[in-house]
């Protein structure tokens, strides 16, 4: 698939090496936590840290560190 995945500025964001497109994943960079269920990119993450893919059922798992919480990202649709 040759994506790379990585933390930006509250945000988490791909780019597509064989493409070079940049595309945010999660995160609207206010920093406020927001319930389940939202698009994960409209939603806030507070200093996320660490990055963990499951091939398997193609998620994408990060701590929301300053929110208490470990989320994780439907890639498929983009839900959290």
């Known amino acids: ?3 790379l995945y990585f933390i930006e500025q509250n945000r988490i ?3 597509n090496l064989n ?3 940049l595309q945010t994943i999660a995160g609207d960079g206010s920093g406020f936590a927001s319930p389940d ?3 994960a990119n ?3 993450i507070n200093n996320a840290n660490g990055l963990a893919f499951d091939p398997i059922n193609n998620f994408l798992y990060y701590s929301d560190t300053f ?6 990202i439907e890639l ?3 839900r959290r």
């Open 1 to 3: 698939r040759n994506i």
């Open 13 to 15: 964001r791909n780019i």
């Open 19 to 21: 493409t070079n497109s």
């Open 37 to 39: 269920g939202f698009f």
């Open 42 to 44: 409209q939603t806030g």
């Open 67 to 72: 929110n208490q919480i470990i989320r994780r």
């Open 76 to 78: 498929n649709n983009g």
